[in-house]
């Protein structure tokens, strides 16, 4: 009964380190995507995927880049980390258009 | 403007009473809608999808007015339970993306 996965849950970071988050869902769902959350900001979409092997840009792609090699994971990479990345990032998966997506319970970054 | 667009509350009411959300969107394209349900520092959890036709499940009534560009959420006899934040949600083109409003805060007091 897994859904979607992310790791890690938290983690701190200076500025200018890099780090992949990971996102993998079991639902066998063709949608991946990649929000980040602020305060009064909503849920933001960074990139996105639509099946294994693409990628596209979303709101706020910069700063981020992505992958997905295979279906079940869609990893967010941070080169060079900034502040302005401290946020809250949620993935989310979906079966296919007209659909909800199903979320991960989020990644804390902190980044000093 | 926002594409999606809700009073962020909060909306503070006592148990039982009946309390109702409003949402507009302006993409006339939309074709989908939803409302999401977030606690506080929790992801977001679909509450229900809203249909033409409005619909209901449970406590829970879900309305659409495609011609107004208007989304509603009315929950009846409320519980402490539903204190989070109500997100209006629309599909985007192709289906392929969600455009989700800043959210709605409910606080239920006893």
């Known amino acids: 009964n897994a859904g979607v996965t992310q790791t890690p849950k938290f983690r701190v970071l200076k500025t200018g380190q890099s780090m992949t988050l990971l996102c993998a869902q079991d639902?066998?769902?063709?949608?991946m995507y990649w929000y980040r959350q602020d305060p009064g900001m909503g849920l933001r979409l960074i990139h996105y995927?639509?099946?294994?092997?693409?990628?596209a840009k979303g709101e706020v792609p910069d700063g981020y880049n992505v992958s997905r090699l295979k279906k079940q994971n869609f990893l967010l990479g941070l080169e060079s980390a900034a502040p302005s990345q401290t946020s809250v990032y949620f993935c989310?998966?979906?079966?296919?258009?007209?659909?909800?997506?199903?979320f991960g319970d989020g990644t804390r970054l902190s980044i000093l | 403007r926002k594409e999606v667009e809700q009073d962020p509350g909060p909306f503070n009411v006592p148990e039982g009473a009946t309390v109702a959300f409003n949402c507009t969107y302006s993409?006339?394209?939309?074709?989908?809608f939803f409302w999401y349900r977030q606690d506080c520092r929790k992801e977001p959890k679909l509450l229900m999808s809203?249909?033409?036709s409005g619909n209901e499940d449970g406590r829970f009534t879900a309305q659409l007015n495609r011609a107004s560009q208007y989304i509603s959420l009315l929950i009846r006899d409320s519980k402490l339970s539903d204190s989070a934040t109500y997100l209006c949600?629309?599909?985007?083109?192709?289906?392929?993306?969600?455009?989700f409003g800043t959210g709605t805060r409910l606080l239920v007091s006893p």
């Open positions: 949600v629309v599909s985007h083109t192709g289906f392929q993306k969600l455009v």
């Open positions: 993409n006339s394209a939309s074709q989908s």
């Open positions: 639902m066998n769902h063709e949608y």
């Open positions: 995927s639509v099946g294994e092997g693409t990628t």
């Open positions: 989310a998966s979906m079966a296919g258009g007209n659909q909800p997506q199903h």
């Open positions: 809203v249909y033409s």
